[in-house]
């Protein structure tokens, strides 16, 4: 088992920069082979904003690229998500999830939003 619990989201100006951090916690934290991040948001689909493997390989969504950065502790089982330039449109929530060889595990998600 995975438990997922999010959190550094809230209000945050445009322009201005986040961090979001998810820490991993339970018996099966050793077989995660890969961390990301979703966002879903009204009307809209959940959609992958970036991930990042075991070796330290990441991935980003093009509408993101050069925006976010994510990261992870090993020691402390804790994936972040930098988000720069915050635009309105990254008003979401960010939720994240975890992948082992055959169970997917989700969080509840942190709430982000974007506005002046």
């Known amino acids: 088992q995975v438990q997922l619990v999010e959190s550094g989201g809230g209000l945050a100006q445009p322009g201005e920069s986040l961090r979001l951090s998810c820490a991993a916690a339970?018996?099966?934290?050793?077989?995660?082979?890969?961390l990301a991040w979703y966002r879903e948001s009204p009307g809209k689909e959940r959609e992958l904003v970036a991930e990042?493997?075991?070796?330290?390989?990441?991935d980003y969504a093009d509408s993101m690229r050069g925006r976010v950065t994510i990261s992870r502790d090993g020691a402390k089982n804790t994936v972040y998500l930098d988000i720069d330039n915050l635009k309105p449109d990254d008003t979401a929530v960010y939720l994240c999830?975890?992948?082992?060889?055959?169970?997917?595990?989700w969080g509840r998600g942190t709430q982000v939003t974007i506005s002046s």
């Open positions: 999830n975890a992948r082992q060889a055959f169970r997917t595990y």
């Open positions: 339970g018996s099966g934290v050793a077989t995660i082979r890969t």
């Open positions: 990042i493997n075991r070796a330290g390989t990441t």
